[in-house]
């Protein structure tokens, strides 16, 4: 098994004590941190799948993620310099109203995974702190709006119009328990994700277009 092979296997298993050192293994071996780092997106890729489908559960996504996330501090300084790592910054944050973070957190590794840097507003965001942290962090380009509950809908629909006003040239992807595919584009979402996985997908696709 190669080197990559290993790392993949290992993300994919959680195993955060090993991957660093497979990482270094691996760099040791030649292998650019660029191969490495897409090797680990696409082990969470597969994660991602496997939770979808019911296969796994939240806890082993969240081992996986960490396992990801050790062998990313590893590359970090190796890829600094190299500009095309970073896919653009990505704010994330859950609607007014709600309180919940789990599957924030869970698409912010995600989405971070595929190669975004991440700024994190928490919950129970208003609208117009989505709108300050566009103006305030650099480069971003998209915006992750989450709501977990029925009754946070309409401040969904809020959220994603006031983004959409003040900054047009952003992306917005909206995703939870209640929101389907046609409300996101009701509410003029740019793209919707039913699960971290796919959230992590279709955030690099609506960038890279």
Do not use: R
Not at 79 to 93: K, N, Q, W
Request: proline share 5%.
């Amino acid at each position: 098994m190669s080197k990559i092979a290993e790392v993949k296997a290992k993300v994919e298993a959680g195993k955060s004590k090993l991957v660093p050192g497979l990482v270094q293994e691996a760099l040791d071996a030649g292998a650019a941190p660029s191969e490495i780092l897409q090797a680990m997106v696409d082990s969470m890729g597969v994660v991602g799948d496997k939770f979808s489908s019911g296969e796994i559960f939240v806890p082993e996504m969240l081992i996986a993620a960490k396992a990801m996330s050790k062998g990313v501090e590893v590359l970090k300084p190796l890829m600094a310099g190299d500009g095309s790592t970073s896919l653009g910054t990505c704010v994330i944050g859950t609607v007014a109203g709600d309180l919940h973070d789990i599957g924030k957190n869970l698409v912010s590794m995600m989405i971070e995974s595929a190669g975004f840097d991440m700024v994190d507003l928490g919950v129970d965001v208003p609208a117009d702190n989505f709108v300050k942290a566009v103006n305030d962090n650099d480069q971003v380009v998209l915006v992750a709006c989450s709501g977990l509950l029925t009754t946070t809908m309409p401040a969904l629909k809020e959220a994603v119009q006031t983004i959409k006003t003040a900054c047009p040239d952003v992306k917005v992807i909206v995703g939870g328990a209640p929101v389907t595919p046609e409300y996101a584009s009701e509410v003029g979402a740019d793209g919707y994700a039913p699960d971290a996985g796919s959230a992590a997908v279709k955030a690099k696709e609506l960038v890279t277009v």
